[in-house]
């Protein structure tokens, strides 16, 4: 149904916002005809994008097929346009698409730099919006989403801008910058460099775009991006400004790669949980397209692989589609979600991969390293006297230097769920076996901890170390709390990139887009 907006004009649905949109500007009035489109096709500025598909371009182009998409599940986000010169801005006109802001600020700044607000909006209800009366001086003018109105980002299919010129200066942009390259990359860094652009004033400084994303300025025509992750290829362009503030176009793509990390010839797996919730399907496509950048040998899950109840044909209609182009290098374990159809979707989903040894827990070997993968749920529900006895077995039988075990509960925990002491007999055995690490998932962040012992103290000696890794693509939980032994914690969507090689492991933390988030090791197997 159609509604009207707090500002008297007309708020469509978003399939009758695209058709209003392909609609000629019909105005009412002398102020009105005194307007022109200012924002068509101008340069813009983003917070995030959700992809190199939904760039901010894309929403001042005048295509209304085509739109910008910040980041999923974060406020604040915003997009902003250079309009070319100073103009007094009269109206916006925003078209959402289905991720729309339910509170926003129209804000308008003379230099890209300092912003204030012409407008503030709250209760947003989507569609198209259009704010009138600004009478605002300005030569940027920002969206800046406070509020999100679902659980995704924000996305706009168009941001038009309309005023009028004022003044004169300089409104030529300068060339666009080319000849763009890589001199040297290093395993977290790459170096870039480029030809000088021209412009009849001069050239002030430059902006470096990564997978669409602004990551940095330079005052000359190189810039090293760091804290990126190792082995890992990324897409880089490169534009101008001048002393006027026009922002050239955008150089021709060029793709650069970081160096590998740690030995070249390790085993590198893929550690995550919490993946495919039908809900935010772009999360999990994002973090799939991680691990094809990976290329792992294998991918290890610590369960809650599918929401809401693990259905085959729920892991049919949105894991499958994602992380399922790696089924056939998975190692997965099962989480409460999973339990939600007793097992039955997980288990007709992975096939014998989900009961390797006749049941959902086991255990296999690479190289130096022996992987225990648990069945945590039925443990914590107090079903735990088969699973143990299996537990003990298997640690005491095992003959390699290494251990790492998983699955989807953690003993220990600084997020919403916190410390679980039903997992506290599994715990003890693996300090009783002096395991390595043990992975989890189920409370949505990552978090990394020290060695702890069985009363989850600090024991570098003979604890054992841990991380949780629910970031797969389920909503994130930001209540983290800190406890005793915790290194690093964040809510990022990201994966784990875990390298093996003879007695050592290291694991990287990489973030969609591919940035480092937190790097741990090498630890030395006991």
Request: proline share 5%; charged share 20%.
């Amino acid at each position: 149904m159609n509604a009207r907006s707090r500002w008297g004009r007309r708020v469509v649905a978003p399939m009758a916002a695209l058709a209003l949109l392909a609609q000629p500007l019909v105005a009412s009035g002398t102020e009105e005809l005194a307007e022109s489109l200012l924002s068509h096709n101008k340069p813009t500025t983003t917070s995030s994008v959700e992809d190199e598909t939904t760039v901010g371009g894309l929403a001042v182009d005048g295509d209304v097929a085509t739109r910008w998409a910040s980041a999923e599940g974060i406020d604040p986000q915003w997009i902003a346009v250079d309009l070319g010169g100073p103009a007094t801005v009269s109206r916006v006109k925003l078209a959402w698409e289905a991720a729309y802001a339910a509170d926003y600020q129209i804000q308008v700044s003379a230099d890209g730099k300092a912003w204030q607000d012409a407008k503030k909006v709250t209760g947003a209800d989507g569609g198209v919006d259009e704010i009138t009366g600004l009478a605002a001086s300005a030569r940027y003018v920002r969206v800046l989403g406070t509020k999100r109105g679902t659980i995704y980002g924000y996305s706009l299919y168009e941001l038009e801008v309309y005023g009028e010129r004022t003044g004169g200066g300089d409104i030529e942009p300068p060339s666009a910058p080319a000849g763009l390259r890589s001199p040297s990359s290093t395993s977290d860094s790459i170096t870039l460099a480029w030809d000088p652009a021209r412009d009849n004033v001069g050239v002030t400084g430059y902006e470096i775009l990564r997978n669409g994303n602004v990551i940095g300025t330079s005052a000359t025509p190189s810039y090293t991006d760091t804290g990126l992750v190792s082995a890992t290829t990324f897409t880089y362009t490169v534009r101008a400004r001048d002393a006027a503030g026009n922002l050239s176009a955008q150089s021709a793509a060029f793709q650069a790669s970081t160096q590998p990390g740690g030995s070249p010839n390790g085993t590198v797996i893929v550690v995550a949980g919490d993946i495919a919730s039908p809900e935010l399907p772009d999360n999990h496509r994002n973090t799939a397209k991680l691990v094809e950048g990976i290329k792992p040998q294998y991918v290890v899950t610590v369960g809650d692989n599918q929401y809401h109840s693990g259905t085959i044909s729920e892991y049919r209609a949105h894991y499958d589609k994602t992380w399922g182009k790696f089924k056939a290098i998975t190692k997965p374990s099962p989480g409460n979600h999973e339990w939600r159809d007793k097992l039955n979707g997980y288990k007709q989903y992975f096939g014998s991969a989900a009961t390797p040894q006749g049941k959902p827990y086991y255990s296999f070997d690479v190289g130096e390293f022996h992987f225990v993968a648990l069945d945590t749920d039925p443990i914590v529900k107090g079903t735990k006297t088969e699973q143990l006895a299996w537990l003990k077995q298997d640690l005491a039988a095992n003959k390699k230097a290494c251990v790492i075990g998983y699955g989807h509960h953690p003993r220990f925990n600084s997020g919403q769920y916190g410390d679980d002491k039903a997992m506290t007999e599994v715990w003890d055995e693996f300090v009783k076996a002096r395991a390595d690490v043990v992975f989890s998932g189920h409370d949505h962040h990552y978090e990394r901890l020290k060695p702890l012992n069985s009363y989850g103290k600090i024991d570098e000696a003979n604890g054992v170390r841990s991380a949780i890794v629910g970031i797969g693509g389920d909503n994130l939980y930001s209540q983290i709390k800190k406890r005793e032994g915790v290194e690093q914690a964040f809510a990022k969507h990201g994966v784990m990139k875990l390298t093996l090689s003879g007695k050592t492991y290291s694991w990287e933390i990489v973030g969609v887009g591919g940035t480092l988030l937190d790097k741990a090791g090498p630890y030395t197997c006991r």
